[in-house]
């Protein structure tokens, strides 16, 4: 056998869960291949199994070094969000909304965010799963025999599978705990994960210091919004389990499949599997829903991507530098995306953060950070993907400040800037002193 990579064999397990177990040569690594098999095979609660998608999440981070952050680090991180929202003070109506900060690894990234990930990933999965099954024409459930008893568990874990590989591919170049638009660590709690941040730097040619402060203030920006608008996660959340519960089976020639499956086969199973034989199908509903989530997915970073513009302006020169390596990691097609598209179907345009940078711009310039902050109110408020298409004419016609009622107006202001302000204290990484 030669030693030379140019000349392995390609790995004929590519793209299935499996292929982590098998080498180019197609040999397997038996303890992992059983052990897979039987994570694959243990029962589990949900639609999801969560045990394997941990697993090959972090099998996958541990490819390469992974270092638990210094004290230095952490310390590190603490100092750039105090200063990011001592900046943010100014440039935005919402009180801090961080709690505490954190240095995190790329593995305490994976378990810091999984209990986010299961609330997002779960609807899919489970009417994903049901579908499966009731896809199944009466003739080929008789058929099918003892793979219909096989389905739920084999849905599971292909979707652990799919959520663990994409889990750590992100994991390994994710940045920040809200890097994808989504409040993804305990609330309250803003996190950097410093190697993949030094790797970002890199090639940017902006100090080190400057790059994750900039990345500081994006993080506290999420913070402030998520904390302060209370309906925003479950809007969020509410269009992923709206996508999950409009999924459809096309059942067209699953019989005939099915007739040709030998249901004893494991190996022909999952490639019918794989090879969508239950590939859903896109409903009206669903792009309803996605189209929902995307546009929400840019007003926030749309948002974000102002308010630190605003905060950096006379503070930062390198900010626009930084401004533009960050939408470009967006255009580039980057992990948020791939991971949105493999869990949900969504993928992330990236001309639309642009686009709602510019109408949050521009709603502030005419009519002053307190109408632009103000749309957060309610979520009849919220521009549309049709005024992400024409930014700059977003409420053109009005010369007042947004209001869901103009005599309530102020009272509800206060209330949305008041809720979770007792909770708006910096605190250290270890979260045992307030920061100043």
Not at 32 to 47: D, F, I, N, V, W
Not at 195 to 202: R, T
Not at 428 to 435: L, M, T
Request: hydrophobic content about 40%.
């Amino acid at each position: 056998m030669t030693d030379d990579p140019a000349e392995q064999p390609e790995n004929p397990f590519k793209g299935t869960p499996f292929e982590q177990l098998f080498g180019a040569s197609g040999m397997p690594d038996l303890s992992g291949l059983m052990s897979q098999m039987q994570a694959m095979m243990t029962p589990h609660e949900g639609s999801v199994n969560w045990n394997l998608a941990g697993d090959i999440a972090r099998r996958a981070v541990a490819e390469s070094p992974d270092p638990t952050p210094s004290q230095r680090e952490q310390d590190a991180v603490a100092d750039a969000v105090r200063l990011a929202d001592h900046w943010l003070d100014e440039a935005c109506e919402f009180p801090s909304g961080v709690q505490s900060t954190a240095a995190w690894s790329r593995a305490e990234w994976i378990e810091s965010t999984r209990e986010v990930w299961k609330v997002l990933v779960d609807p899919v999965a489970e009417h994903v799963v049901a579908a499966m099954g009731d896809a199944l024409p009466e003739e080929a459930r008789q058929m099918a025999g003892p793979l219909i008893g096989m389905l739920g568990q084999m849905g599971g874990a292909m979707f652990g599978s799919q959520v663990g590989a994409a889990l750590g591919g992100l994991a390994g170049e994710v940045l920040t705990a809200s890097d994808i638009g989504l409040p993804l660590g305990p609330a309250g709690r803003a996190a950097l994960v410093p190697s993949n941040v030094a790797a970002f730097a890199e090639g940017l040619d902006v100090p080190a210091d400057d790059v994750r402060l900039y990345l500081a203030l994006r993080e506290a920006a999420h913070q402030r919004l998520f904390a302060h608008v209370p309906w925003l996660r479950e809007h969020l959340i509410s269009a992923v389990a709206d996508y999950g519960r409009g999924i459809a089976i096309d059942t067209s020639g699953i019989e005939e499949q099915m007739r040709n499956l030998n249901p004893s086969d494991p190996t022909a199973i999952q490639e019918a599997l794989e090879g969508g034989l239950f590939e859903p199908k896109q409903t009206p509903a669903q792009e309803a829903a996605l189209l929902r989530l995307e546009t929400t997915l840019a007003l926030v970073e749309g948002w974000v991507d102002e308010v630190v513009g605003q905060a950096t302006t006379e503070r930062m020169p390198t900010a626009v530098k930084m401004q533009e390596a960050v939408r470009r990691r967006r255009a580039a097609g980057g992990p948020a995306e791939e991971t949105f598209a493999a869990l949900v179907g969504l993928e992330l345009r990236p001309r639309r953060l642009r686009d709602a940078s510019t109408l949050w711009g521009s709603l502030r310039s005419r009519h002053g950070t307190d109408a632009r902050d103000s749309v957060w109110l309610h979520p009849d408020l919220l521009p549309t993907a049709a005024d992400l298409d024409d930014p700059l004419g977003f409420r053109e016609e009005t010369a007042e400040p947004l209001t869901p009622a103009d005599d309530d107006f102020d009272a509800e202001l206060a209330k949305l800037l008041d809720e979770g302000s007792d909770g708006g204290n910096t605190e250290g990484a270890s979260g045992d002193e307030p920061r100043e």
